[in-house]
């Protein structure tokens, strides 16, 4: 039986990279260059085959996927060959989509995405179905009552005052319908105690927060370098240049802000110490989906000398965005199959903002993946 | 009983930087900074105390170690109010560096540096003495029929005609005289068959090769870090910038080929695949004791997207590898006392070239090291 | 006859540094690197020798310029024994220093200053004085009715409400003294109508805005070769990284939109349109006195292909920009003999924001400045 | 009447990118990026205009420049669409490609090539060709005393031995057809005083050498800007990567060497000194026809004070070229067409190894361009 991948965001860069991806590896069009699941170190028969996963989600956009799979050729995000080869399923793919519910209380929009998840389950007769958020970020939330308990939560969601961002909304829709849960984004998501709540009592594993696919990554190996060598790390900035769809919003100060302080919690937490230094985030629409980002590093040696190290990353930020939100959706459906429910701390790996208190050390992350996947088993 | 620590080259950059930041961590007037031994994950009784480390050496030149640290406060390597506080310790260490010895054989001049160093031990009354080679590289070394074998060595050390190099000469005579020995150096030092039995027959540990101080650090958690994410590396292509003493030798074709190559290993047992490029070193006067490192490293994601990643790494030699020499000579002298004898192959944390079939992440050689401080217990 | 050079914020890091360089040049012990007027192709008998220039000046701090000196040295800024060499000067100087006046109204205090400015120049016997503005960044002013019309300025300045910002109150002062002026600063300064008009009835030339130390500088060359190349600039967006007192008030929202803008108009005037990006100015106070600048310059050639450019300049801001201080204080004070006055739109060669409309191209600035100095003769 | 060009490497990037895209401009489809000639400033009657150009050329390759310009699109150089909307025009210039000459003497191959421009010259009834050398860079040519003097070159050129290297032999079959000629590539072309000789008696114009694209052209505006503001660069050190023919072929010692060389003269001539550093070409296949070259400056400044820059330069050489290689072919056949011959000194702008005593500042270089156009007059 294959698995569901439901994508909130569905028609977004990421999204149709990951659809158009899944299909070409599937077909023997690609290798899996990215996919961390991949890996002769964490492959193992407990976590649905990539070739298994069909795809499904909401969007409120309507642009067709096939359309904006071509706009992602033309950006050179994605090989055109590959687009063309897939066109088959990104059609299927895209007839999976739902709009977003119009309706008047937040219960009646999580019953009808609930439902929608729940009819595409059952037309393709999955196992099981991930919910995967990899929608634009959301402002920071403000903080309401309701959050901290789930049976205030179900009362207030009856009112027509909305009490849930739409990202946690989707994720109390995905426990409705029984489906475990990963947040790609900074945005809330799950992350809120009355959502914990019930992933534990439905028995359903979550995963978050916002993927780490550029500057945080190289910060996560170079900040225990730093600290491994007794060094003392002075400042760190950064500058993260980025267009797109996604540069576009974070360059409004909600979403920036939510997204700068995901990004320099790895330094205090793996320093012990906050160095200064702030991430910038600047929306340059000219530079569409290739991300620029420049840190400079001071740092302070023996008897007091001081050194300095820059760095430029220059990535797309889709194409590695997305064979980690295909790893995530197996690691995810594994660990539903075995049984784990609540958050997964293990696949703090893949976050810039993990959940729990974790090591945000790379290669401590690594180690505690690969004992995650094999503790799955072969079931 | 204090720890003894003969330097060859003791009177070059590294050797005088940490004869100062000894006496000056000890008198309480510098932070151990950059002391990885220091780290509250390495302490441990087993190693001996930084305070009570004795220093001397071998050395061709005659220029004073109090005229060498100040050379290296005017170039900004060391502060000058150390150097002044630390004026009697570095005469003391002076007092105790001999010059090499000029003699008809190999055997004749192992003889007389064995014998400077156990005076040298007697006269301290010394627990241990650890002999670190500091000294400039050596091209690479022409292989003998002798260095595979120690008696056949034995015998040809006898003769007029050079049969070992300088290095390797000197680590002959740190067995000979009871001591363990660390190369800091790409030179061949212990490295040769007929040494390590010696090494295995006298009881004695031995450490190498070539400090990772600065670019090949970076590139030891880079490495691992495209590897772990299924990244695949097309090009990493390196050009160092230095000046000083160490630079203007490892511009002569044959000490710069031993580096060069030394620099390259990572990569290629990291990945597990050698990318494009090369490791240049170029020496300008003018950049001093502060070596720039540049590095482009070109990539391939998801579905064959080319990206990029550019860093520049500015730092002081000197200042980046003396804390690191107080380490190893802590590390190898807790070794003898605990017992161990022939290559160390745990500390290849601090390792270019390490010794052993080891890893070259980083973060891997870390959790090595850390249960190596822990194996010698706290005898 | 001497010349008197009156800085306005004469105890900051550019003054002391201007002051210390101009000694130490003069007493033989440094060259005048970085001093434009001292090229071949610049020299002539019309400027006063720098030999010959007095240092006085207002501030509202108190620190000696002797201490000033020493927290420059130990900063690397200025060498050590330059400053204890040239103690004698320093105290000359600091002897030189007033408090900015506390009085009721605007007119009493630029009566005051300008006080001060002309018995400087009587007790020193100077030909002429060049008043310079070295003060931190100002925020940028509010426009006020009596900024238009000498007339009504000098009847507002009246008033206890203040109606110019501190740099065009000494600017005025400058000007009721009879002294030339130039702004090395974002600040108004003279930059207003009333003033303006003030200048050419008292037959004063005046220079600014905004000194070309580092990124700008860069720009002003690189502008141009885009545009000579006719390759179509996309996106420049640059990050500031600087400490030191300058950094902190330019981390202020005010100051810093006024040195943005300012650091943007090379762009747009040189390339005739505006490209995406920004300048974005951070403080970090650990840089201290050598900013840190990374521009990221992305560019279309020929048929569409995607190219790019980023550089790192890492200087220190006083030590580019006190001998430009020097320069200018030259250079007006040989216009001013020469009898021009009004804007000296011929120095722009100086200025990230020049007066008048003039080429934002450094080569051209060049020919200009060359140009000028010719025309200034041999008087 | 049209005006011819002829491309010794008619099959090559450079070459059939200038094909392509003068083609897409005639046709509307592609605006005259990177081409200087189209700036206002210098606009003329003078010029031929680019929609006029007819190409044809040598090649010893035998891919068809329809494949070769697929090959080009496929590595993102020229956009898929433009190459297949000229497939026409393609197709028309590659029948006009002609083998390289397989005769016993120079005196004949240079008599066949002489044909074959004469032969082009005459088919499309053309006012005049120029012949401009995109070939592979030569090794550094060995002298010979019939370079000297055109009798003697005559002689000797009959005899079995070669005399003169291709790029030569080419220059001198252009003349013999009375062609003007442009190198620009580092070989020797028309750098010889006999063909120096030959073009004055045929009263034929040449330029040269070695077309400025990348870091060259950034350090011809770069080293200027130190020199302007008396800072006194310590060390200029470059690395360029480049992949494609161009790299593989550069990469061998000798063309390396020819090219370095020319690299470095604009830093001597325009800063008066040689500062420290070289410049170094590595090839790296998988960089494709994308340079990425590094340069790392130090200077000093005022006091002494020590600053750096370093800029990465990421660039499509042929993307470069090829508008310079249509800018060039209109200026030197505008200049034939107005009479001049010899050196044009006044191209400077464009070559890193300009022929002449000229000034190495690219404004000076473009002061001196507009002014040789204007000189042209409108004929």
């Known amino acids: 039986?294959?698995?569901?991948?439901?994508?909130?965001?569905?028609?977004?860069?990421?999204?149709?990279?990951?659809?158009?991806?899944?299909?070409?590896?599937?077909a023997g069009l690609a290798e899996p260059t990215g996919c961390v699941t991949e890996l002769p170190q964490l492959q193992g028969a407990s976590l649905p085959p990539l070739g298994e996963l069909v795809f499904g989600g909401h969007d409120v956009a309507d642009t067709p996927l096939a359309k904006k799979a071509d706009a992602l050729a033309a950006a050179g995000v994605v090989p055109a060959r590959l687009v063309a080869a897939v066109a088959e399923e990104l059609a299927a793919a895209d007839a999976e989509i739902r709009p977003a519910p119009a309706v008047a209380t937040q219960r009646e929009a999580a019953a009808l995405?609930?439902?929608?998840?729940?009819?595409?389950?059952?037309?393709?007769?999955?196992?099981?179905v991930v919910v995967v958020n990899v929608a634009s970020t959301e402002p920071l939330v403000?903080?309401?009552?309701?959050?901290?308990?789930?049976?205030?939560?179900?009362?207030?969601?009856?009112?027509?005052?909305p009490v849930l961002p739409p990202s946690s909304l989707y994720a109390y829709a995905a426990f409705t319908a029984g489906c475990s849960h990963v947040d790609f984004t900074p945005s809330t998501g799950a992350r809120l105690p009355a959502l914990a709540q019930m992933a534990t009592l439905h028995g359903l594993p979550y995963a978050g927060h916002?993927?780490?696919?550029?500057?945080?990554?190289v910060k996560s190996v170079l900040a225990?370098?730093?600290?491994?060598?007794n060094l003392r790390v002075r400042t760190w900035s950064g500058t993260n240049l980025l267009g797109g769809g996604d540069?576009?919003?974070?360059?409004?100060?909600?979403p920036n802000a939510a997204k700068a302080s995901s990004k320099q919690r790895v330094l205090a937490e793996t320093l012990g110490y906050e160095p200064q230094g702030h991430t910038r985030i600047e929306y340059v629409d000219d530079i569409g989906d290739f991300k620029t980002a420049w840190?400079?590093?001071?740092?302070?040696?023996?008897?007091?000398?001081?050194?300095?190290?820059?760095?430029?990353?220059?990535?797309?930020?889709?194409?590695?965005?997305?064979?980690?939100v295909l790893d995530l959706a197996r690691l995810t459906a594994g660990a539903h199959r075995a049984g784990r429910s609540?958050?997964?701390t293990e696949v703090a790996f893949f976050f810039k903002d993990p959940l729990g208190t974790v090591s945000h050390g790379l290669a401590e992350q690594w180690a505690a993946l690969a004992a995650f996947v094999r503790g799955l088993g072969d079931a």
Chains 1, 2, 3, 4 share one sequence.
């Open 342 to 344: 609540g958050a997964l």
């Open 113 to 128: 995405v609930a439902g929608d998840i729940a009819a595409f389950r059952d037309r393709h007769r999955l196992e099981r």
């Open 210 to 217: 916002d993927g780490k696919t550029g500057e945080t990554l």
């Open 224 to 229: 225990p370098m730093f600290a491994m060598r």
């Open 1 to 26: 039986m294959a698995t569901g991948v439901w994508l909130v965001g569905a028609r977004g860069s990421v999204a149709a990279t990951s659809i158009v991806g899944a299909a070409a590896i599937r």
């Open 247 to 254: 540069g576009a919003n974070l360059a409004d100060p909600g």
């Open 295 to 324: 840190d400079l590093v001071t740092f302070t040696g023996f008897l007091g000398t001081s050194m300095r190290m820059e760095f430029s990353w220059h990535g797309c930020d889709s194409a590695l965005a997305a064979p980690l």
């Open 142 to 161: 403000q903080p309401h009552p309701a959050h901290d308990d789930l049976d205030d939560l179900e009362q207030a969601l009856g009112g027509t005052t």
